[in-house]
Structures are given as structure tokens and as C-alpha cells.
């Protein structure tokens, strides 16, 4: 119940583009669901959190959807670039009682110019 | 915005040995701290939780004796590993927890053990 799904695994985009990538949940008390973004041999940074009472969030080019319902969240980042080019983790978490992260496995993103 | 610096960013240490990582909110309390290990194209794993003052809570499957985990002040954490092998080598990466900033991740640590 503590797992996030994440897919797809691996995705190629176009410059220009819009990159979807979707995550799936179990846990009905997780309210906190963050994107990040992970560079080779860096940390993961911050990209965007949503709180499970908005359906949707959006910071320049990238736009979380969240469905509550359907326990499923997802990531939009329109007119992709190739410096988007890294790996995107989607994430929850119960943020209220300071508990941990759970991660999903990854997307491998890659922008052709 | 928040920042943690983590260091230091790669170490190589000789099987047998010890070694430290750091892990330091620089403009916030960090009352959570969390320290997690990540294999090549792979997602981050769990390994402990920390919170300032008292003991670490460890993930299942993770030796305590073996990944030694101090938070003594609401800054710092530090992740000791002990009597390292091969095995160990890998990218460690701290987070840590606020109530403003969320959680805020540190720059890594890979660590080589030869």
C-alpha cells in the first residue's frame, strides 16, 4: 500500500514537444505529491508538489494533474527541451505527520533536438 | 529557497575502512532528516530516518551497526559507514524535512570502496 507506480520507464520526445509521464498510488492518506528531477551524479531537485485538494498545478512549463478518484497523478512538461533531459521521479508522501518519501521507479527522459 | 550541502560529493576508501558523510541544512531546521541510497539507473532507496536528538528509525534490510546515523543538532546529520567493502560503493544522498520548504535534497555522495 506504500507503493507509488511510475511509467513509462523511458520515454523520447521531440524538442518542442509535450512530455507525459504518470504515477499511480495506493495509500489514500498520502497529501503530498511531488515531481523531481534528477541529473547524472546530482541530487533530486524540486520541480512541483501538488496538494491532494487542487486538481491540477501549474509552474511555467510543467503542470501536475492530479485525479484523486482515481488515485493517479501525472506530470506535463510542455515545449520540452533538450535540457529537460535527465530522469523525473514522481513521489508521495503523509507531509502532515513528516513521513517519509516513497519514490516512484523513474523516467528516463530524453529530448531530441 | 532551502539548500543542504552534502559532503563531501565523492570519496574512494580502501576495503575495511570507515567513512563519513555530511549533511547540513544551511538556512533552515531540519527536525527530519532522511538518508538514501541509489543504485545506477535505479530509483532512490530508503534507508533511515532521523530525527534530531533521538535514534534513527532503519528500513528493513538496512544494518544498523553497519550505516551509523547521528542527528545531533536540527542542522546536521551524518551517515558513518563502517568497515566498507566493495559492495557498499554507491550514491548516497540526504534529504532533509521542513515544515516551509518540504523536502530538500543534498547534492550526493558517491562513494567508492576499493
Known amino acids: 500500500q506504500q507503493q507509488v507506480k511510475q511509467s513509462p520507464q523511458s520515454l523520447i520526445v521531440q524538442k518542442g514537444g509535450i512530455s507525459i509521464i504518470n504515477c499511480a498510488y495506493e495509500n489514500t492518506a498520502f497529501d503530498y505529491f511531488p515531481w523531481y528531477q534528477q541529473f547524472p551524479g546530482k541530487g533530486p531537485a524540486l520541480l512541483i508538489a501538488i496538494r491532494p485538494d487542487v486538481s491540477e498545478k501549474k509552474e511555467g512549463r510543467f503542470t501536475i494533474s492530479f485525479n484523486k478518484s482515481a488515485k493517479q497523478f501525472s506530470l506535463h512538461i510542455m515545449d520540452s527541451q533538450p535540457g529537460d533531459s535527465a530522469t523525473y521521479f514522481c513521489a508521495a508522501s503523509m507531509y502532515h505527520r513528516a513521513q517519509k518519501l516513497v519514490f516512484g521507479q523513474g523516467t528516463r527522459l530524453t529530448i531530441n533536438p | 529557497g532551502a539548500v543542504v550541502s552534502q559532503h563531501p560529493s565523492r570519496v574512494i576508501c580502501k576495503s575495511g575502512t570507515s567513512v563519513k558523510i555530511e549533511c547540513r541544512s544551511l538556512?533552515?531546521?531540519?527536525?527530519?532528516m532522511f538518508w538514501y541510497r541509489q543504485f545506477p539507473k535505479q530509483s532512490l532507496m530508503l534507508m533511515a530516518t532521523?530525527?534530531?536528538?533521538?535514534?534513527?528509525?532503519?528500513e528493513q534490510g538496512v544494518e544498523k551497526d553497519k550505516f551509523l546515523i547521528n542527528h545531533a543538532s536540527l542542522t546536521l546529520s551524518t551517515l558513518t559507514v563502517t568497515s566498507a567493502h566493495p559492495e557498499d560503493s554507491s550514491f548516497y544522498i540526504c534529504?532533509?524535512?521542513?515544515?516551509?520548504?518540504?523536502?530538500?535534497f543534498g547534492s550526493g555522495t558517491r562513494l567508492t570502496v576499493v
Open positions: 538556512d533552515f531546521q531540519a527536525t527530519t
Open positions: 534529504s532533509a524535512r521542513d515544515n516551509n520548504y518540504g523536502y530538500t
Open positions: 532521523s530525527n534530531e536528538g533521538s535514534k534513527a528509525t532503519y
